[in-house]
Every structure is written in structure tokens, then in C-alpha cells.
């Protein structure tokens, strides 16, 4: 079955870069597309930006000007870089499959920015 | 897209029909899918394109609706269905969710 994973660091200092990779398997890389959500404690969720293997992505506008999504198809992987933090982008991160329906999920990763 | 979600929670007995509204600040066709969310665990597709059930859900979840109004229904409240609900619109980018719905048992 498929399955995501997300790794990364749980602690970023506020103005550096948070970096996360999601991890497939049980599926290719090299079809649909590949999805970023986050959620602040006790609060929704905010879809942040996906790829397509190709490499065309897209981004959340409130988040642009930060985000990078890239892809490593010969690793099965999919990675997020959110610079300039604040506490604000204190969160659970969630890789999915999908760019329409998020029909599968990694079980998330809270990153916390704290000095 | 705005998706506001109504209400944003309730509490119902066992075996209670309950109903959870979304309205999108414009129209979306059927572009709506339905997500449970339990606590400290990843959102679970339910219902995609407003009213399909995903493989393996069971059938006292339903959704329906089109346009700018949707609403997803639980026949018969279960208490494994104790969880956060959340509406996703993906007609425009970027994808947008509802605010959410916490249902709880009475």
C-alpha cells in the first residue's frame, strides 16, 4: 500500500530554514502529484504547495515568496524548504498524494520555531 | 476560495444523524471532498468530488451538493466517528479547507 514519511528536523531557529522530506513507498514517484499541508496546534489546515515529477509546482500565494518544493525521483522523495521562519510557522507538516484528492498522508511531524 | 463550515461543533447521542454544512465563497462544481481527522492523527479522505465514498468508508457517511453548498452526513453516529471533519475545495488553486466541524458524543 502506499505509504509517506516525513523526516526532518523538529526544531528550527526563528529566521533560519525549515527543510522536511517525504518519503514514498508502495507507490512511483513519477505519477501525480505530491502535496505539502501544515497545521498549527489546535488549529486547521493550510495547504502549502505540491509538485508533479516533472518538477512543475505551485504554492500557497500567502507563502510564495518562501517556499520551495522540489522532487528527487530517483529517491522516491519529495522535499520542503520554508525559509525565514517565525513562530508562526510552528506546525504538524504533512506530505499527501495528490494535488486534488489528498487520498494518502504521511502521520506528520510537528517542527517548532524556537530559539 | 473561502470554505466556511458550519457548524464549527457539536455534540449528538449514538445512532443520531448527524449533518455538517460547507459553503464556498464562490461556485466549484463538485470539487469537494470531505476529510476525517482524529486526535494526533492525519486527516483521512472520506468523500471525494462531494459525493463519493472512498474505498473501504463506511456507508453511514455520505456527502452531497454542488456549486457554492455542500453538506456531508453521518446516518447513524458510531463512537469511532468522534473526530474533526474538514471540507477541500480544488477547483482553484491554492486548495482551501473549512475550518473544520469537532463532533463529539453526548
Known amino acids: 500500500q502506499v505509504q509517506l514519511q516525513e523526516s526532518g528536523p523538529g526544531l528550527v531557529k526563528p529566521s533560519e530554514t525549515l527543510s522536511l522530506t517525504c518519503t514514498v513507498s508502495g507507490d512511483s514517484i513519477s505519477t501525480y502529484y505530491w502535496s505539502w499541508i501544515r497545521q498549527p496546534p489546535g488549529k486547521g489546515l493550510e495547504w502549502i504547495g505540491y509538485?508533479?515529477?516533472?518538477?512543475?509546482?505551485r504554492y500557497n500565494p500567502s507563502l510564495k515568496s518562501r517556499v520551495t518544493i522540489s522532487i528527487d525521483t530517483s529517491k522516491n522523495q519529495f522535499s520542503l524548504k520554508l525559509s525565514s521562519v517565525t513562530a508562526a510557522d510552528t506546525a504538524v507538516y504533512y506530505c499527501?498524494?495528490?494535488?486534488?484528492?489528498?487520498?494518502?498522508w504521511g502521520q506528520g511531524t510537528l517542527v517548532t520555531v524556537s530559539s | 476560495i473561502q470554505m466556511t463550515q458550519s457548524p464549527s461543533s457539536l455534540s449528538a447521542s449514538v445512532g443520531d444523524r448527524v449533518t455538517i454544512t460547507c459553503q464556498a465563497s464562490?461556485?466549484?462544481?463538485?470539487?469537494l471532498n470531505w476529510y476525517q481527522q482524529k486526535p494526533g492523527k492525519a486527516p483521512e479522505l472520506l468523500i471525494y468530488?462531494?459525493?463519493n465514498l472512498e474505498t473501504g468508508v463506511p456507508s453511514r457517511f455520505s456527502g452531497s451538493g454542488s456549486g457554492t453548498d455542500f453538506t456531508f452526513t453521518i446516518s447513524s453516529l458510531q463512537p469511532e466517528d468522534i473526530a474533526t471533519y474538514y471540507c477541500q475545495q480544488y477547483d482553484n488553486l491554492p486548495l482551501t479547507f473549512g475550518g473544520g466541524t469537532k463532533v463529539e458524543i453526548k
Open positions: 464562490q461556485g466549484i462544481s463538485n470539487y
Open positions: 468530488d462531494a459525493s
Open positions: 499527501a498524494r495528490d494535488g486534488s484528492w489528498l487520498q494518502y
Open positions: 509538485i508533479y515529477y516533472s518538477g512543475s509546482s
